[in-house]
């Protein structure tokens, strides 16, 4: 029952910015992880960013200090705030949400998460 919309996706020149959307309906659980990841062609699905019920985020590497992850609770709602984007950074971009358990903190690995949005695609140009 549970479902992600993402959005705000499209083509941008390299260095534009861009946010994207994830807005859940259908989660019940009180303690629950919301990640971002992506996949562009021939390659697998990559980890971009995560934050757990209490706020506290991780990134991957390849995006630390240009992307940030936040959470807005009362409209359910997961953002991705990308600056400085590279032509690296083009691929389908999907939001992911699970429950935790109660002495685990969120992975940023795509085999713990079970609900997945269905994608928004991101292009950027040099």
């Known amino acids: 029952q549970v479902q992600l919309v993402e959005s705000g996706g499209g083509s941008v020149q390299s260095g534009r910015s861009l946010r994207l959307s994830c807005v859940a309906s259908?989660?019940?659980?009180?303690?629950?992880?919301m990640a971002w990841f992506r996949q562009a062609p021939g390659n697998g699905r990559e980890g971009v960013a995560v934050?757990?019920?209490?706020?506290?985020?991780d990134y991957a590497p390849a995006v630390q200090g240009r992307f940030v992850i936040a959470r807005d609770d009362p409209s359910n709602t997961v953002y991705l705030l990308m600056t400085g984007l590279k032509p690296e950074d083009t691929a389908m971009y999907y939001c992911?949400?699970?429950?935790?358990?109660?002495?685990?903190?969120?992975?940023?690995?795509?085999?713990?998460?079970?609900?997945w949005g269905q994608g928004t695609q991101v292009a950027v140009s040099s």
């Open positions: 992911a949400a699970s429950e935790r358990p109660s002495r685990s903190d969120c992975v940023l690995r795509s085999e713990t998460f079970n609900y």
């Open positions: 259908g989660y019940t659980s009180s303690r629950f992880c």
């Open positions: 934050v757990n019920d209490r706020g506290v985020t």
